[in-house]
C-alpha cells in the first residue's frame, strides 16, 4: 500500500516558517493516501538530527510532538500505511542508525530485508522496530563506517535492496541533502526557487513550485537547495557503474493549483470533487478533441482491444468495452488487471491493449500492460497523472483532465474515463464508417452537453440522496442491479457504498439475480437498479417485479421517460434522457453522493476510509 513522503531542502529562511510546520503541511496534502503514523526528522540548526514520530493522525500527533519546535533547513516526512509491523510508535517512520546520525523514511516493501537484518546485526547494529525499512540507515552507517561519503554509502544501501520502494534520507554528515530513490513506488521531485523538494505525489509541494519530476524506477540522486542530481545504476563490461541523468527535458510544469489540492470549503475532498465534475468533464472533453485522434486511427486497424483496469478503473473499463463494440464494432473486453495474465494469453501483434488507471501507477495494471507490450500489443495508458508509471511504459498515453483527486473514493477520474473512452469510441466509430454522421453528431452533441447536465444533477439530487442516505445507514447489505451499461454503473455505485459507508454492497446483473442472490431478499433488503438505456429498461422490469414482490426496498436510477420503471419502484430517481455515451457517466452521480451522504450520515470520514489507500502499489 502506499505511505506518503516529503523531503525538503531550503536555503535561508525561504519557507517563512519552521521546517517542522512545512513538514507537517506537507503531511497534511498527503493525508488522503490512508496512513496510521506520522512522523518526521530534520538537521536542526546546530546540525542535530531530531526526529519525532508516533502513532495516529497528523493533528494528534502534531499536538503531542509540537512540529513548530523543530527548524533546520533539510528534513523528511512520513506518513506510514503498517505493513511489517502493527502501527507503532516505534514502528513509525522515519527510521534511524545506531548513531543516530541518519534517518530514512520509505514507501514500499523491502523483500530481501530479513537477510540484510541478521547480516547487520552480524556487524553489530542494533535493531529497534519490526518493520522492513529500518535495515536502510543500518546499510547506510556500516558503508559510512567502510569509508563511503554519504551519498555513496546511500548508493551502496540502495544497489542491496530488492523489492518496491521510494526512499528519502538525510545524513548529519552531508546536511544540506536529502537523498532519494525510487523503484516501483512513485516519488516525484519538485524544483523550487532556493528550495527543492522530493515527495510521493506533487500536491504535497504545490504551494512552492508546479516544476516536476517524476522519477523513473532505478533513479537514485539528491537534491539541496541549489542543486539537483539524479543517477541510474548501469552495467558496463559488467560492472556496475552510476551514470547521471539527463532529466531537463522531463521536467514539467503541472497545471495543478493549490486551490485544486485544497477542500475549497467543502467539508470533505470527496463532496468537493463530486461538484468539480462539470469542470473536469469540459476539460476533458475540450482536450479530447486533440488527444484521441491518433489512438482513433489506430483502432480502425486492430482486431481486438483489451482494457484492463483496477476497481473504479476497471467500471470504466468495461463501460468503455460497451461503448467501443456499440459505437466502432469493435471486439473489446474488459478485464480486472490483477486476473489480467489469464486473458493476455494469447493477446499478440495487432491487438491492441489499454491500461486504465487514474494514479497511472496501479502496481496490478502495469503489470498487464507490461504483459500485453512483452506479447507484441500495442499499449495505450488512460491516465490522470501525467507522466506516471503506465503512461511512461505504454506506447501512446491519453489524459483525463480531472485535475488532482486526493478523496479516496474515485469519482471525477471515473466521469472523465468514461468520457474521454466514449468520446474515443465514437472518434473510432466515425473513422472506421461504423457510426452513421448523424448519430456521430447527436452523440458528440450529448458529451458537449454533458457538463451542465452533471451540474444540474448534482443540483437537483443532493438533498434527496442525503435523504435517502438516512434509509440506507442501517441497512447492512444492499444489491445494485443493471444490464448492459447498467452493470458498470451498478458495480461502481456497489463499491462506493462498500469502501466509504461499510455496507455490504453487491453488484448483479439483473438477469442473474434470480440465479442465486434473490434468495437474500426479504421485507426492507434494499435493490438499486440503474438503467442507462430504454432496451434495457425493457428487460430489467421482470427483474424489479421480482423484487418487489418480496418486499425489497426498490431504488431506481433510469431514464424520466421510463414510466414503467417510475410507476414500479419506490424511490424513481429519474435522470435527464439522454444517449448513453452521456449517460454512462451523469447516471453514476446520484451513486457518488448516496455513498458520501450515507458515509457521513454514519460518521465516517468519506475522503479516508480504512483499510484503503489511493495509490496501490503492491500485489
Ligand atoms: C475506488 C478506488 C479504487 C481504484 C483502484 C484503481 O473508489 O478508488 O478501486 O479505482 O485502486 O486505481 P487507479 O485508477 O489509480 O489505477
Given at each position: 500500500m502506499v505511505c506518503g513522503i516529503i523531503g525538503i531542502t531550503s536555503s535561508e529562511d525561504v519557507l517563512d516558517k519552521p521546517l517542522g510546520v512545512s513538514l507537517k503541511e506537507a503531511l497534511?496534502?498527503?493525508?488522503?493516501?490512508?496512513?496510521?503514523?506520522?512522523?518526521?526528522?530534520?538537521?536542526?540548526?546546530?546540525?542535530?538530527?531530531?526526529?519525532?514520530?508516533?502513532?495516529?493522525?497528523?493533528?494528534?500527533?502534531?499536538?503531542?510532538?509540537?512540529?513548530?519546535?523543530?527548524?533546520?533547513?533539510?528534513?523528511?516526512?512520513?506518513?506510514?500505511?503498517?505493513?511489517?509491523?502493527?502501527?507503532?510508535?516505534?514502528?513509525?517512520?522515519?527510521?534511524?542508525d545506531c548513531s543516530g546520525k541518519i534517518a530514512v523514511a520509505h514507501n514500499g516493501i523491502i523483500e530481501n530485508y530479513m537477510e540484510l537484518k541478521e547480516a547487520l546485526i552480524d556487524e553489530g547494529h542494533t535493531f529497534i522496530s519490526e518493520t522492513d525499512t529500518e535495515v536502510i540507515p543500518h546499510l547506510i552507517e556500516e558503508f559510512e563506517k567502510k569509508g563511503f561519503k554519504p551519498y555513496e554509502a546511500f548508493k551502496k544501501a540502495v544497489e542491496l535492496l530488492r523489492g518496491a520502494y521510494a526512499i528519502v534520507a538525510i545524513d548529519v554528515?552531508?546536511?544540506?541533502?536529502?537523498?532519494f530513490a525510487r523503484n516501483t513506488s512513485p516519488l516525484v521531485l519538485g524544483f523550487g526557487v532556493k528550495a527543492n523538494f522530493v515527495a510521493s505525489d506533487a500536491v504535497a509541494f504545490l504551494n512552492f513550485t508546479r516544476r516536476v519530476l517524476a522519477l523513473r524506477d532505478g533513479e537514485v540522486g539528491y537534491i539541496t537547495p541549489e542543486e539537483v542530481v539524479v543517477e541510474r545504476l548501469e552495467?558496463?563490461?559488467?560492472?556496475?557503474?552510476?551514470?547521471?541523468?539527463?532529466?531537463?527535458?522531463?521536467?514539467?510544469?503541472?497545471?495543478?493549483?493549490?486551490?485544486?489540492?485544497?477542500?475549497?470549503?467543502?467539508?470533505?475532498f470527496m463532496l468537493k470533487e463530486i461538484h468539480e465534475q462539470p469542470y473536469a468533464l469540459a476539460s476533458t472533453i475540450a482536450s479530447a478533441a486533440e488527444s484521441v485522434d491518433k489512438l482513433a486511427k489506430i483502432l480502425t486497424r486492430v482486431d481486438r482491444v483489451l482494457l484492463a483496469g483496477a476497481g473504479t478503473?476497471?467500471?470504466?473499463?468495461?463501460v468503455a468495452a460497451l461503448l467501443l463494440r456499440k459505437y466502432a464494432g469493435l471486439w473489446a473486453l474488459p478485464v480486472v488487471s490483477s486476473e489480467a495474465q489469464w486473458w493476455l494469453s494469447t493477446v499478440?501483434?495487432?491487438?491492441?491493449?489499454?491500461?486504465?488507471?487514474?494514479?497511472?501507477?496501479?502496481?496490478?495494471?502495469?503489470?498487464?500492460?507490461?504483459?500485453?507490450?512483452?506479447?507484441g500489443a500495442l499499449t495505450v495508458a488512460v491516465s490522470n497523472v501525467i507522466d506516471s508509471a503506465i503512461p511512461r511504459e505504454s506506447d501512446i498515453a491519453i489524459y483525463t483532465k480531472a485535475g488532482p483527486e486526493i478523496g479516496v473514493a474515485a469519482t471525477k477520474t471515473f466521469t472523465t474515463q468514461v468520457t474521454l473512452l466514449g468520446y474515443l469510441s465514437l472518434r473510432?466509430?466515425?473513422?472506421?464508417?461504423?457510426?452513421?454522421?448523424?448519430?456521430?453528431?447527436e452523440a458528440f452533441k450529448s458529451l458537449r452537453e454533458l457538463p451542465n447536465l452533471v451540474r444540474h444533477a448534482i443540483n437537483t439530487y443532493e438533498a434527496k440522496m442525503a435523504s435517502l442516505a438516512v434509509e440506507m445507514k442501517d441497512r447492512p447489505n444492499a444489491y445494485f442491479l443493471g444490464r448492459g451499461l447498467g452493470l458498470p454503473l451498478s458495480m461502481e455505485g456497489a463499491l462506493k457504498l462498500k469502501e466509504i459507508a461499510y455496507i455490504h454492497a453487491e453488484a448483479y446483473p439483473?438477469?442473474?439475480?434470480?440465479?442465486?442472490?434473490?434468495?437474500?431478499?426479504?421485507?426492507?433488503?434494499?435493490?438499486?437498479f440503474t438503467i442507462v438505456t430504454a432496451d434495457e429498461g425493457e428487460l430489467i422490469k421482470s427483474n424489479v417485479e421480482e423484487m418487489r414482490a418480496r418486499g425489497?426496498?426498490?431504488?431506481?436510477?433510469?431514464?424520466k421517460n421510463l414510466e414503467d420503471i417510475a410507476r414500479l419502484v419506490k424511490t424513481p430517481i429519474k435522470m435527464p434522457v439522454v444517449k448513453d455515451v452521456a449517460a454512462s457517466a451523469l447516471y453514476i452521480v446520484p451513486h457518488q453522493l448516496l455513498a458520501y451522504y450515507t458515509s457521513v450520515k454514519k460518521g465516517l470520514d468519506p475522503d479516508k476510509p480504512r483499510n484503503l489507500a489511493k495509490t496501490v502499489t503492491v500485489f
Open positions: 497534511k496534502k498527503l493525508e488522503y493516501r490512508g496512513y496510521d503514523s506520522v512522523g518526521f526528522a530534520l538537521i536542526d540548526k546546530a546540525g542535530r538530527l531530531v526526529v519525532r514520530k508516533s502513532k495516529g493522525m497528523i493533528d494528534a500527533v502534531a499536538a503531542k510532538v509540537g512540529f513548530e519546535l523543530f527548524d533546520g533547513y533539510t528534513g523528511i516526512g512520513h506518513t506510514r500505511w503498517a505493513t511489517h509491523g502493527p502501527p507503532s510508535d516505534v514502528n513509525s517512520h522515519p527510521h534511524t554528515n552531508d546536511p544540506r541533502k536529502v537523498f552495467f558496463r563490461e559488467g560492472r556496475p557503474v552510476w551514470v547521471a541523468v539527463d532529466f531537463t527535458s522531463r521536467v514539467k510544469n503541472i497545471d495543478w493549483t493549490v486551490e485544486m489540492a485544497s477542500k475549497g470549503g467543502f467539508k470533505h478503473s476497471y467500471h470504466a473499463a468495461y499478440k501483434e495487432g491487438d491492441v491493449v489499454l491500461g486504465i488507471s487514474q494514479s497511472g501507477e496501479t502496481i496490478d495494471t502495469l503489470k498487464a500492460v507490461r504483459e500485453a507490450k512483452k506479447r473510432t466509430g466515425v473513422l472506421n464508417g461504423f457510426l452513421s454522421e448523424s448519430e456521430a453528431s439483473a438477469g442473474e439475480s434470480k440465479h442465486g442472490p434473490i434468495a437474500l431478499v426479504e421485507e426492507g433488503f434494499p435493490t438499486i425489497s426496498l426498490t431504488i431506481a436510477v433510469f431514464p
